[in-house]
Nanobody, 123 residues
Framework: VQLQASGGGLVQAGDSLRLSCAGS????????VGWFRQAPGKEREGVSF?????????SYANSVKGRFTISRDVAQNTVYLHMNSLKPDDTAVYSC????????????????WGQGTLVTVSS
């Protein structure tokens, strides 16, 4: 499966953004999809996860719980990350990945990655 992430941009603190992870080549709903981010000088961290459509589950990093929501549009073969109440600490390159992970928010559990999209939140 190939992944294309988009939707990043420059916003102010408190604003919202929606990131998209579009799949091609295979049906994305048969894969779990994770969103990850990497800020300058920091390690990549897991942000959110949605399991396959056959067994829908989601999980979130503590830092984004209550502000971010992951969703899947099966018809569009796309997974979205809805980000509300953005903070300057959310500034990072966001990437999506697909696979069948044993541990949902751990990057090395994923083999298929899209390119990143930059989110910058100004104070």
């Amino acid at each position: 499966v190939q992944l294309q992430a988009s939707g990043g941009g420059l916003v102010q603190a408190g604003d919202s953004l929606r990131l998209s992870c579009a799949g091609s080549g295979r049906t994305l709903s048969s894969y779990a999809v994770g969103w990850f981010r990497q800020a300058p000088g920091k390690e990549r961290e897991g942000v959110s996860f949605v399991s396959t459509s056959a067994d829908p589950r989601t999980s979130y990093a503590n830092s984004v719980k209550g502000r971010f929501t992951i969703s899947r549009d099966v018809a569009q073969n796309t997974v979205y990350l809805h980000m509300n109440s953005l903070k300057p600490d959310d500034t990072a390159v966001y990437s999506c990945a697909a696979d069948h992970p044993s541990i949902p928010l751990v990057p090395y559990e994923y083999d298929y990655w899209g390119q990143g999209t930059l989110v910058t939140v100004s104070s």
